[in-house]
Nanobody, 125 residues
Framework: QVQLVESGGGLVQAGGSLRLSCAAS?????????MGWFRQAPGKEREFVAAIGWSGSVTYYADSVKGRFTISRDNGKNTVFLQMNSLKPEDTAVYYC?????????????????WGQGTQVTVSS
């Protein structure tokens, strides 16, 4: 059974930082999956945040987080990270990690096969 478990969310002031983690289990080979982070604010659709290819050499970011967020992965620990700096109130959302069995990352939620339960990030002004 595939499980993706996010952690690291919380309440932070604007300008602060958080580091999200997503631990994967049950994937046949974590290292061949592209991984993504998405977020969903109340009343809004789920939106793409960042994605990373199997080796970590290919990354994509939403324009709204480019230069502030960094996605990375540790294939030895079956974990993907999202370092979030210079947080803004508009970053407030539930953040989800997702796994795509294709090695090339995608920005569309429909491309992903497995999802975590999400972790709440709240940025106060």
């Amino acid at each position: 059974q595939v499980q993706l478990v996010e952690s690291g969310g919380g309440l932070v002031q604007a300008g602060g930082s958080l580091r999200l983690s997503c631990a994967a289990s049950g994937l046949t080979r974590f290292s061949i999956y592209a991984m993504g982070w998405f977020r969903q604010a109340p009343g809004k659709e789920r939106e793409f945040v960042a994605a990373i290819g199997w080796s970590g050499s290919v990354t994509y970011y939403a324009d709204s987080v480019k230069g502030r967020f960094t996605i990375s992965r540790d294939n030895g620990k079956n974990t993907v990270f999202l370092q979030m700096n210079s947080l803004k109130p508009e970053d407030t959302a539930v953040y989800y990690c997702a796994a795509d069995r294709r090695v090339v990352p995608d920005t569309s939620p429909s491309a992903y096969d497995y999802w975590g339960q999400g972790t709440q990030v709240t940025v106060s002004s």
